[in-house]
């Protein structure tokens, strides 16, 4: 199920069964390069949760990156 968009992560936390880590010190870096899927992977393993990317108003296909996103080329 995708959370609202203006959920915080303590909000969601609240929300859910899963432990979010809302209070991790993680750093991401993201580049322009990385792919949907990688970004999502990423932030799982920072923060304890899932995360879906969208673009527009609708979900992102994870084989593409996040620059392509962007750009709206896909």
Not at 18 to 33: M, Q
Not at 41 to 65: C, M, N, R
């Amino acid at each position: 199920r995708i959370a609202e968009d203006s959920l915080t992560l303590k909000q969601l936390n609240d929300k859910t069964s899963a432990e979010v880590k809302k209070n991790s010190d993680a750093e991401l870096k993201l580049r322009a390069s990385m792919k949907v899927a990688e970004v999502e992977k990423a932030f799982q393993d920072a923060y304890g949760t899932t995360v879906q990317i969208k673009s527009g108003g609708k979900l992102v296909p994870d084989e593409i990156t996040i620059g392509q996103a962007a750009r709206g080329e896909y």
